[in-house]
């Protein structure tokens, strides 16, 4: 039998991992930590649900509906579009297709043109049609220049896609590949947005508890600290311990498959993200229902979110869970994050007050994403880009998303099989 060892517990290494055991495969998958996911990964506290961060499942990603057992997830969805907010008012912006009752709200927002209303239909049939090879080929630019040759209105971009699209790419000024955009705004209109009742932690859970089902074995708390590879197989260091396998799969975090591989287009540049989370009591309305509230002003924060109104189950009966996210690996002290959250909503909301917001924790996730400009994704390597029987797995094969994280776990294990 052959053997495999897999270096990462992420989404890319359990994807791995599971399509190796189903053929047969002795897998052995190694992660670090005392938990598997990666970067998805949720705790639960004094009957809260806090999510590593801001995180969210597009529930038509191709990969996520091939991977995943969404009824098993348990999917609570967001409503479509978004509440725009700025001082002393607010507006809701939604997709009329999917949210009918939102209709005239959006018909009359004044945060964007009419023309941009259209345009955005137009955009939505021309994308229906377009094949994801088509939108990840081609010529690239960013996306604000892409948003500028459609002919959208710099209102509809500094308003709406730069607070919506910064949260998708942790980038307000719209600098990334409009591929990303894309593609992003297809599975937006084809599917839904969603988090696991149980939070996003429960997406690596299940994948675990397939790989362990289709026979691999995952190890916790184990390092990997070496890799050598050739043609005849590899040696791997665990702890200080030399492993002998027939093949290995580096599914780590972009900078440490760099370290192990050597691959030197494994980007390693990233962007980070702040989430902080509240508490505050239930019944008080904050007029967005399921949706975002974006920031047309200022990233101070990029938006806020009422968590529990999408998932009731994350918060106790009595509170409830908002967040607020800041875009960046912000240097600023949680304090003052608290305080600048505490600004935006008394400029949004100047007919309430809140005196019973109280600031539960603070994620810092400093490499969410990696930076994807324009161009970037092509340059991206591939999964048997290491020498020997050595290859990748993680959205850096890809692009930085949930579906590129799984669809490069696939494509690790088709490359090991087909070597094999």
Known sequence: MKRVLVAGGGLAGLVAARHLAETGVDVELLERRDEVGGRVRTVHEDGYTFDRGFQVLFTAYP????????DALDLRHFTPGACIAREGQRSILSDPFRDPGAF???????????????????????????????????????????LDDRGFSEGFIENFAAPFYGGITLDRSLSNSARVFEYTFK???AGLIAVPAAGMGAIPEQLADNAREAGATITLGATVEAIEADDDGATVTVDGESRSADAVIVATDPP???????????PTAGRGC???????????????????ILNAESDAPNQVLVNSEVAPEHAPDDRQLVSATFLGDRGEADARLDDMTRR???????????????????????????EQPPESLSELPSVDAPE?????????????????AMESGKDAAQAVLSEL
Not at 63 to 70: I, P, Q, S, T, W
Not at 118 to 136: G, P, W
Not at 389 to 404: F, H, K, Q, V
Request: aromatic share 10%; proline share 3%.
């Open 187 to 189: 599975m937006l209109t």
């Open 256 to 266: 440490t498959a760099g370290e192990l591989t050597g691959v030197e287009s494994i």
């Open 344 to 370: 935006a909503l008394a400029s949004w909301y100047p007919e309430q007050n809140f005196p019973d917001f109280q600031l539960l924790r603070t994620e810092r996730v400093p490499f969410a994403q990696f």
């Open 104 to 146: 005239t709200d959006s018909l009359f927002n004044r945060e964007v043109t009419t023309r941009d209303k259209l345009r955005v239909l137009k955009l939505r049939r021309a994308l229906a049609n377009k094949s994801h090879t088509a939108i990840f080929s081609g010529s690239d630019r960013s996306i604000r220049e892409y």
């Open 63 to 70: 990969a996520v509906k091939r991977e995943l057992d969404l």
């Open 388 to 404: 020997g029987r050595c290859y990748l797995a993680g959205e850096y094969t890809r692009w930085s998303s949930i579906n590129g």
């Open 274 to 292: 702040v989430t902080q989370y509240y508490s505050m009591p239930a019944g008080k309305d904050l007029g967005a229902g399921k949706r975002l």
